[in-house]
């Protein structure tokens, strides 16, 4: 049975993200611009620094950004105060019960949302990604298998990390050396897409969704790494959304929509390379459920929307889902009902 979040816990989160989000805005050097890039707007921090003009970018154009933006002035007026408020609603949101992330993970996505990874396009996805989804849905996770994992997977399009103009403010290399990662080359011993923390062998992973029939290596130039591409990761990861990461005073990320998360799930469930059994397969499943189970009552048009899309992607696609869903009759009756 579903166990919701207290009204308390679903105010203190929706604050949270609100102040996040203001002071991504505050802590801007310069005037912010507006360029256009082949068919979308992006908004640009311009300043000086030294003898150089910098363009650091801020994201893609929005009713919700250019508000912000036009607030800049009393946003960073309203900074200090905000941090203080940040750790009070982070407090309420640990005595309420909420899903925390631990320590070792928060430092190392908190060491790459400073870094920029998130603001050039970097969506978390994975098993950190859905531990997110408590506070989005008001709903409690809790702590158990479906919600644990070592790994953390970070996917970008690499043709946004392109067009972008702008990098990292540090190289990753050396976020990930300084917490004590260490590279793991790729069969042509010059691409890296992985890092592991021999400590807690915790795994860093870059993904990017592949367009042709070959899942090789490819550049993400705005993160300064490689990723590993992958066939069905352009539906995880488009118009992702923005959530606070529960670690010391919250940091703003990046996290696919819960419902093509779901989706998604169910995909990659049939198609792990060790087969529909294992524990990372049932583990795909159980999320899946969790979520579509959750969706159906909160958000049922949403859930249909993104059930529609993957099966209109073609018959691999409709293959991978009846498959999964083959084996959880229950979950596809509800989503027929839909």
Known sequence: MTQHLSPVAVAAWTDLLRHLKDAAVSELRGT??????????????????????????????????????????ALRAAERNSQRERSRLMRILRAEGCLMTDRGSGQVISAMARAGVFRL?????????????????????????????????????????????DQVTEPLAEVFRDLRFD?????????????????????????????????????????????????YLNYLIADPIRVP???RSGFLIQVPRPERFAIHKLIVADRRRDGPDT???????????????????????DLRDAYETALEQGPAWRNRLAASLGRMPHLRARLEAL
């Open 183 to 231: 590279p793991l080359p790729a069969v042509d011993g010059q691409r890296v897409w992985r890092w592991r923390q021999g400590e807690q062998q915790t795994l860093v992973e870059f993904l990017t969704p592949c367009f042709d029939g070959t899942e090789g290596l490819r550049d993400l130039p705005a993160l300064g790494v490689s990723a590993q591409s992958l066939h």
């Open 279 to 301: 524990l990372k397969s049932r583990k795909d499943r159980a999320q899946a459920e969790f979520l579509i189970d959750v969706l159906a009552e909160e958000r049922p048009d």
């Open 121 to 165: 396009g970097g969506t978390l996805v994975g098993t950190q990604a859905f531990r997110c989804y408590e506070g989005e849905l008001g709903v409690r996770i809790g702590f158990d298998q479906t919600a644990m994992t070592d790994d953390i997977d970070i996917a970008s399009f690499q043709r946004l990390s392109l067009v972008l103009g």
């Open 32 to 73: 912010p611009r507006l360029k256009t890039i082949g068919q979308k707007k992006y908004w640009y921090d311009h300043f000086r620094l030294g003898d150089r003009i910098i363009d650091r970018y801020i994201g893609e154009d929005s009713d919700e950004l250019r508000a912000r933006l036009e607030q800049l002035e």
């Open 245 to 247: 990461l529960l670690y």
